[in-house]
């Protein structure tokens, strides 16, 4: 079997040129001609010797997975369906802004987390993604976008781990993945611009602090334990308040001053004022001065699995200001892609639903193994 080099941070290309007797310089140039150029056929890296293309062409691949479907949205979203084998597709969106250009990307096929509210989490979960299928995310829709607007230039500023999964129970694969996005000899993206979202798996929050850090948000969506237990599971495992110590300890490497929390906004559920002002207290009681945080609030879509409600117009608008008033900066996310089912929280819309049981079963092991 070929060794699929997407799979490959540099440091890891490099170790694996020098077991085809090629010097780090050698790696250096094939990595660029893979993620700057978008290249996958070796005859083209015309800089590189004929012999090492050659040891390339018999042993190695750039193989990204198939594309099932792209869609456009009347907003100019774009969603990608990729087929990841075995009868398991993920999805991964791109969202253009007049500033930016913003990839979400899946880490897992299907979640095991199980969030109510959550279309992946109620799909189940198949397995953890590869290193080259996180990867190939982004190789495929950067490279797709600059041939479809006819630019050279890079067009993705910014990748989100918030596509379909929980990206710190794929750590492994993700780390290099990672590394990937910010290398100037790849992408180059700066680690402000490339967001980890978890729903809070502690111990590898402090990993990846230590080992990568870049720009950190934490789905909250609940001001209580009795609460947040009961939207997602992984709560009864590492409650509020070592979630938030955790946060709190992920700044002193952060790239940016702040951690942002994701609230989703559920009718009734997580909308009221009391909740609110609950959440301000949760804030205020972690002692740390200055603005450490910021909330992003996010209209809940329905989906056909859920029996919740998003919150009216007026009612986020409402909870936005108790928290912007007792200084919490807070923004409300506009929604996006609706049309093609690309919003947040509903991709799994085109991929083929996981049985409740292996769902149950999934649910049991987050809880019982170690993250
Ligand atoms: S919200 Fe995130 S962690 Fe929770 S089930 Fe959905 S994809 Fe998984």
Same mark, same amino acid.
């Given at each position: 079997?070929?060794?699929?080099?997407?799979? @490959?941070?540099?440091?890891?290309?490099?170790?694996?040129?020098?077991?085809?007797?090629?010097? =780090?310089?050698?790696?250096?140039?094939? *990595?660029?001609?893979?993620?700057?150029?978008?290249?996958?056929?070796?005859?083209?890296?015309?800089?590189?010797?004929?012999? @090492?293309?050659?040891?390339?062409?018999?042993?190695?691949?750039?193989?990204?997975?198939?594309?099932?479907?792209?869609?456009?949205? !009347?907003?100019?979203?774009?969603?990608?369906? *990729?087929?990841?084998?075995?009868?398991?597709?993920?999805?991964?969106?791109?969202?253009?802004?007049?500033?930016?250009?913003?990839?979400?990307?899946?880490?897992?096929?299907?979640?095991?987390?199980?969030?109510? *509210?959550? !279309?992946?989490?109620?799909?189940?979960?198949?397995?953890? &993604?590869?290193?080259?299928?996180?990867?190939?995310?982004?190789?495929?829709?950067?490279?797709?976008?600059?041939?479809?607007?006819?630019?050279?230039?890079?067009?993705?500023?910014?990748?989100?781990?918030?596509?379909?999964?929980?990206?710190?129970?794929?750590?492994?694969?993700?780390?290099?993945? &990672?590394?990937?996005?910010?290398?100037?000899?790849?992408?180059?993206?700066?680690? =402000? =611009?490339?967001?980890?979202?978890?729903?809070?798996? &502690?111990?590898?929050?402090?990993?990846?602090?230590?080992?990568?850090?870049?720009?950190?948000?934490?789905?909250?969506?609940?001001?209580?334990?009795?609460?947040?237990?009961?939207?997602?599971?992984?709560?009864?495992?590492?409650?509020? !308040?070592?979630?938030?110590?955790?946060?709190?300890?992920?700044?002193?490497?952060?790239? =940016?001053?702040?951690?942002?929390?994701?609230?989703?906004?559920?009718?009734?559920?997580?909308?009221?004022?009391?909740?609110?002002?609950?959440?301000?207290?949760?804030?205020?009681?972690?002692?740390?001065?200055?603005?450490?945080?910021?909330?992003?609030?996010?209209?809940?879509?329905? *989906?056909?699995?859920?029996?919740?409600?998003?919150?009216?117009?007026?009612?986020?608008?409402?909870?936005?200001?108790?928290?912007?008033?007792?200084?919490?900066?807070?923004?409300?996310?506009?929604?996006?892609?609706?049309?093609?089912?690309?919003?947040?929280?509903?991709?799994?819309?085109?991929?083929?639903?996981?049985?409740?049981?292996?769902?149950?079963?999934?649910?049991?092991?987050?809880?019982?193994?170690? !993250?």
């Amino acid at each position: 079997m070929k060794v699929n080099l997407l799979d @490959f941070d540099l440091e890891n290309l490099a170790a694996y040129c020098q077991t085809l007797g090629e010097k =780090r310089f050698r790696a250096t140039q094939l *990595f660029r001609w893979i993620h700057q150029a978008g290249a996958c056929d070796f005859d083209g890296m015309t800089d590189l010797a004929k012999s @090492f293309r050659d040891k390339l062409k018999t042993q190695a691949c750039i193989c990204p997975p198939n594309v099932i479907s792209r869609k456009s949205s !009347a907003d100019g979203t774009i969603k990608w369906l *990729f087929d990841v084998g075995n009868g398991d597709a993920i999805e991964t969106v791109f969202i253009a802004e007049a500033d930016r250009g913003t990839l979400c990307v899946s880490s897992q096929a299907g979640c095991p987390m199980g969030c109510l *509210f959550c !279309a992946t989490g109620h799909q189940g979960f198949s397995r953890n &993604l590869k290193t080259s299928e996180i990867v190939a995310q982004l190789w495929c829709a950067e490279h797709d976008l600059r041939q479809h607007i006819h630019t050279r230039e890079r067009v993705i500023t910014n990748v989100v781990m918030m596509g379909m999964g929980e990206p710190l129970q794929n750590y492994r694969e993700l780390l290099p993945a &990672l590394r990937v996005m910010l290398d100037d000899h790849a992408y180059g993206l700066s680690r =402000r =611009r490339v967001t980890v979202s978890t729903s809070g798996v &502690l111990p590898k929050m402090d990993a990846l602090g230590r080992d990568c850090p870049v720009a950190l948000a934490v789905s909250l969506h609940a001001p209580n334990d009795t609460l947040r237990s009961h939207l997602m599971p992984l709560n009864l495992k590492y409650p509020l !308040a070592d979630l938030l110590s955790a946060c709190l300890r992920y700044l002193e490497h952060a790239p =940016r001053d702040f951690v942002t929390f994701e609230y989703c906004m559920l009718d009734g559920v997580n909308d009221q004022d009391k909740d609110a002002h609950e959440l301000v207290a949760l804030i205020r009681a972690q002692g740390h001065p200055g603005a450490w945080c910021k909330f992003n609030l996010i209209p809940f879509n329905s *989906f056909a699995a859920s029996n919740l409600r998003g919150s009216s117009v007026e009612r986020i608008k409402a909870f936005a200001s108790i928290l912007n008033n007792a200084g919490l900066i807070t923004t409300i996310r506009k929604t996006r892609g609706g049309d093609i089912s690309a919003a947040c929280g509903l991709l799994a819309g085109d991929v083929q639903d996981r049985t409740r049981v292996k769902l149950r079963m999934a649910r049991r092991q987050v809880l019982d193994q170690e !993250a």
